[in-house]
């Protein structure tokens, strides 16, 4: 479980907070990318950068590197919207983020599962789980290509996929992307747009809430 900061309540403006979610290997770092290009003048989402202490490389997310002594300073003056460690390493999300949902900002954050609870406690109804599902068969292909982690660590990923979709409100919206990235940026893209106009269903293909997609006696049999 990722260990996180803790904060007051915001007071939510009229923007909305995509928190992005998925497995290693699901693209969920495509999909941010693909949303950056596909604004249009009716529509603009902001999607944070994503401040971690671990070196980049060109198999990662193009984030911006602190080292642990840099990230406590960013802490310690309040830097950060919301932070948490995982896997051995320190995320954070800059405080900009609060200004763009004050200007009615859609903006779209790459989350962890293990901070979403303290997330929504901040951010309440202005919060939009969003979780990209990959098939396992297509996610181990990734993970495989990917060349970064053996077997064993590969099964344990994939373990933790379906443990997430497990754990998952009901009301979080599921974008499948095991076909062609622009139909799950498409559908991704849509989501911003029902919500911009207000609305919170409007579900495409693609896109739906976790509840409609899993039996719960079909998870049992996982």
């Known amino acids: 479980m990722p260990k996180s900061n803790s904060k007051q309540p915001l007071t939510a403006g009229?923007?909305?907070?995509?928190?992005?979610?998925?497995?290693?290997?699901?693209?969920?770092?495509?999909?941010?990318r693909g949303c950056r290009g596909g604004a249009?003048?009716?529509?603009?989402?902001?999607?944070?950068?994503?401040?971690i202490t671990r070196k980049p490389d060109s198999g990662t997310e193009r984030h911006i590197w602190l080292s642990d002594t840099e990230f406590e300073?960013?802490?310690a003056i309040d830097a950060f919207a919301m932070h948490w460690s995982a896997n051995g390493f320190r995320y954070g999300i800059g405080r900009e983020i609060d200004q763009?949902?004050?200007?009615?900002?859609?903006?779209?954050?790459?989350?962890s599962r293990g901070y979403l609870e303290e997330a929504r406690s901040r951010?309440?109804?202005?919060?939009?789980?969003?979780?990209?599902?990959?098939?396992?068969?297509?996610?181990?292909?990734?993970?495989?290509?990917?060349?970064?982690?053996?077997?064993?660590?590969?099964?344990?990923r994939i373990r933790r996929a379906r443990e997430l979709?497990?754990?998952?409100?009901?009301?979080?919206?599921v974008i499948e992307n095991n076909g062609n990235v622009e139909d799950a940026v498409s559908s991704l893209l849509a989501a911003i747009a029902e919500q911009q106009n207000g609305h919170r269903s409007g579900l495409r293909e693609?896109?739906?809430?976790?509840?409609?997609?899993e039996e719960p006696e079909q998870r049992q049999n996982d």
């Not at 009229?14 to 941010?32: E, N, Q, V």
């Not at 979709?165 to 919206?173: F, G, H, M, R």
């Open 14 to 32: 009229p923007g909305r907070l995509f928190y992005i979610m998925g497995a290693s290997g699901a693209g969920k770092d495509t999909l941010l």
């Open 206 to 213: 693609g896109l739906y809430l976790v509840s409609a997609f």
């Open 165 to 173: 979709e497990q754990q998952l409100p009901s009301d979080c919206l």
């Open 100 to 111: 763009w949902l004050a200007r009615s900002g859609q903006v779209l954050v790459n989350g």
């Open 40 to 51: 249009t003048n009716e529509l603009r989402p902001l999607v944070a950068h994503r401040y």
């Open 123 to 156: 951010y309440g109804d202005a919060l939009i789980p969003v979780l990209i599902r990959v098939d396992p068969d297509r996610l181990r292909q990734r993970l495989v290509l990917r060349g970064r982690e053996c077997a064993n660590q590969i099964d344990a």
């Open 73 to 75: 300073q960013r802490i």
